[in-house]
């Protein structure tokens, strides 16, 4: 396959979307780019060592629309890393290494956020993979393993020496897995102490979560991961802010209902209509949330198993809410 618009102007990058594994897929990236963003896509993390035991690119499914496309590796074995690099880089805009994700089962190995705690081995993958891929490389990370352990900035610089192209920081710790509220702070501190483009990430949700982001923390853009389940326009309407100071409005239930029943269709021509009906459960909740009675809807709706029911119900949603306008 050849890879049209594959090369990435960093510069002009201003929203990533954030890796989300078992949410962020083929379908997903795509919507985005329906709804008219330009943001860098990244592939859920992908194991380097079923990379190697499988090298085939395709393992992840991808399709063109998503350039710029970034391929997220997850690993800690230098051999592995490379390899695996090797064999996903005629695809990859960006390749990632993922040093931030706080899975029990992840960092057991020193994948993930353990990589924090072995800042050498990071620089070792970094530069390894940019000397035999020449693509540009970046990496995820959290502020540290727990609080008493913030090595953010030490980390950071490490990766920027070892020829890191941009960083993303998850303003939370190890330890806080996803509790607590990201301290987007310390990603105004990074910004200055580094001279590679800084990412923001942690809970940017809309509109003004990511304009309040970008203002505190002066980072050369933001990623967003949990902000776009339920509303596809996010990036599009984000990038359109920070282009010409446009505000376009959040979608409206209608329109998100729509948006709703095209992931559904998308997702069960992509998977089937049994596995993309139940794929779909996670996402119900966060369409419909400002729907009166939104949970006793959100418990219906996880019970159902065909597209068609799925969709009636989500008629009656509608036709409900105009009714008590
Ligand atoms: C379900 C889920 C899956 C995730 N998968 C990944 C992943 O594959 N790689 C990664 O670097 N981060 C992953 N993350 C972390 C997100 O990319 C992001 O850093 C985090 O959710 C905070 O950003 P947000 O508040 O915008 O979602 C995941 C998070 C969630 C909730």
Redesign the pocket.
């Known amino acids: 396959m050849e890879v049209k618009n594959k090369k990435i102007d960093i510069s002009k990058i201003k929203v990533i979307q ?6 962020s897929d083929i379908v997903f990236r795509g919507l985005i780019r329906k709804y008219g963003s330009n943001c860098l896509m990244t592939t ?2 992908i194991s380097s060592e079923m990379l190697c035991n499988n090298p085939n690119p395709r393992i992840i499914d991808f399709s063109d629309i998503e350039y710029p496309l970034s391929f ?1 590796l997850v690993g800690h074995k230098i051999d592995k890393m490379v390899n695996s690099a090797k064999i996903i880089a005629p695809f990859a805009s960006v390749i990632d290494i ?1 040093c ?2 706080p899975v029990k089962k992840v960092v057991v190995s020193g994948d993930g956020s353990a990589m924090m705690k072995t800042p050498k081995l990071a620089y070792e993958i970094v530069s390894a993979i940019k000397k035999e891929t020449n693509l540009p490389v970046s990496a ?1 990370f959290r502020l540290g393993w727990n609080s008493e352990e913030e090595n953010y900035i030490e980390f950071a610089q490490t990766l920027q020496e070892a020829g890191a192209d941009f960083v993303t920081l ?1 303003a939370r710790t190890r330890a806080q897995m ?1 509790q607590g509220q ?1 301290d987007w702070s310390k990603i105004a501190l990074l910004k200055k102490e580094l001279d590679i483009p800084v990412f923001a ?5 809309n509109f003004e979560d990511a304009k309040n982001c970008l203002e505190l923390t002066q980072a050369n853009g933001i ?5 776009i389940m339920g509303d596809f326009t996010l990036p599009y309407r984000i990038e359109k802010y920070l282009e010409n100071g446009s505000i376009i409005p959040e979608p409206d239930l209608k329109e998100k209902i729509e948006m709703l029943k095209e992931h559904l269709r998308l997702e069960v021509i992509n998977m089937g209509e049994i596995n993309g009906v139940k794929f779909m459960r996670k996402f119900f909740g966060y369409y419909i949330e400002n729907v009166k009675n939104a949970s006793k809807y959100r418990n219906m709706l996880v019970t159902l198993e065909k597209e068609s029911e799925i969709r009636e119900v989500l008629d009656e949603i509608l036709s409900l809410h105009f009714k008590n306008d």
């Open positions: 954030a890796p989300l594994a078992g949410i859920e993390m997220q993922n931030g994700c995820k998850h996803y990201a990430n942690g809970d940017i949700k990623a967003i991961g949990r902000g």
